[in-house]
DNA sequence: TTGAAAGCGGTACCAG
DNA sequence: CTGGTACCGCTTTCAA
């Protein structure tokens, strides 16, 4: 059960035992093999908790997420627990569920665990908290979030870009009335992306819009989708703040027999797996989760021989063209 | 930092500071006072590790899932976190990814952390593991893997029943020729849902039955239901081992113009939301995840005031009938 | 190459 | 109501 029954089994003393649990400074052959020995006869377990009590260190890092349940988290979680392996290094994931509160909840578990590094993948957040984190001394990572600070790293998208390269795109097809189907992201009261549609649609007087969220998820991005409509507005075009939410809407026309892309267009954002599985497939945004993940475990777990990783970095985004986007019906039927 | 810090700064004893901390037994309202003002004057975060050390107690359970991506995992995780955190739990989760030294890993990484309590939602597993995680005295929770012991709860749901009915329900459709896409489950060679499917075509002379498998993802489901086409087999109808490759399938037949169900019917199992979401709305086999998380944390964390946990809990999957099944073509046309 | 012992940061029991 | 203090299980000098 604990390293000094071990130490006992074996006759030697917890130092040793210690030496070959770690293989740090070299033990005799024999000895050795004794302790080996009294490790697997005793089921032998380290407390990983006094291991990095006693070292003062904590191969862990952590990462936190808004909703664990949009498969973007997934394909960030994966490259990032890839390569945090391949440094030895653990990662540990806490959900905040886009509660502020789960959010203060998690970041102050993280610190309590005194982790190696963090990663808060969250639509925004309490500089307070920000402020606080800084103080950890922590080494953390803000995806979508802040501003870099010493010990931060921040990679931003820049969905701007994005938005207006989908409102292009609408625009030079005919469309004019667009619809916007976003998510209650109770921790950014000011959505980028919908941001961006809005003064995207005020720079062009010919473009008008109407907004609608709902929870993101599959479900939300259908209710959304239904207010949107319910209102007696008519869009030719929903642009939906990601894939899951427009897999939603995709369901919520096609019971009401709206065809897409025919009599609309409907885009969504990330461009994850299921956007090309869905029907139609998904025009959409690409956001490089892969790339996300590994720069988040460079900037938290630095090697020896790289490069100090940027404070700052920018991504942008990739327009996709696929199949639930077409000519607005006005277009050529109107004219 | 540490609580003799601030234990100093208050003027009391590192005892005092952490009764208030754990708010124990009675402390005065001035010194009360006085110690949180330190503690916050002071950014202080307890460190986790030596509370449990110290303690002998740790307030997280495990959660062990063999594919996080697949968003069955995701509803069972739900419920255990929030049944958990209305403890006072943490929750804490590994992926394996389906690969057995992952098994291992996962697990003693969670014995290490002296969890209070570990579910294992993998396929299958090495008896020996079980034997190590029996042994290390920590309540564990199985699902679908091998059979209660002292401390060990199992839920087990009747895969075969499910299947059974799925089968049943395209026979009484008129298919014979059908096709299975299962998933390589490298910790279950002998998959319980494909072998059900071949009991029930064995039991039947007039069904017949070819298989394929790949990846448990959506892009598996597409390559297994390619090659089980590819081989020239044309089943009138392709069972799913689970609603992702099921999805997954419908993207392949939609891409080679065989449409679902007029030409082929498709089913899935787990009832996963995405199944209403998707295009034709799949004939599925529903698993209540959100049952199987309340019972995972009745049996990991007992209540003071409820009876003890079923140590074995089975659970007759039910049959959800959709859009993406209908009579076999042959059925109407050949004859 | 190995052992003894001083912590790491808390908790909890025992006095006062 | 508060302080002193013996651990919890392991890592890490310092000596031998």
Redesign the interface.
Known sequence: MSLDKVARRAKVSTATVSRVLNNTSVVKGSTRARVMKAIAEL?Y?????????AGGK?RTIGLIASN??N?FF?DI??PV?ADAHARGH?V??A?TDYRPEQLVASI??M????VAGLAVVVSEMDPALIK?LT??RIPVVFYDVGSPRPNITNIRVNYRRGIEKVVDYLHSLGHRRLGFVGHHARLAPINERMRAVLDAVARNPSLEVKTAADAD???GG?QATRSLLASGYSPTAIVCVNDITA??A??EL?ERGIRVPQDVSVTGFDNV??S????PALTTVHIPRERIGHIIVDALIPQPGAAAAEHEIVIDPEFMVRDSTGPAPSASRKR
């Open positions: 089921k377990h380290p407390n990983l908790h006094a291991r990095s009590l904590n664990m349940e498969p997934f979680y994966k627990e653990e540990v994931v959900n102050r578990l610190i309590g665990r005194r606080e103080e950890s998820t599959l479900e259908r897999v939603g995709l369901r096609r797996k299921l090309e599985f869905c029907y």
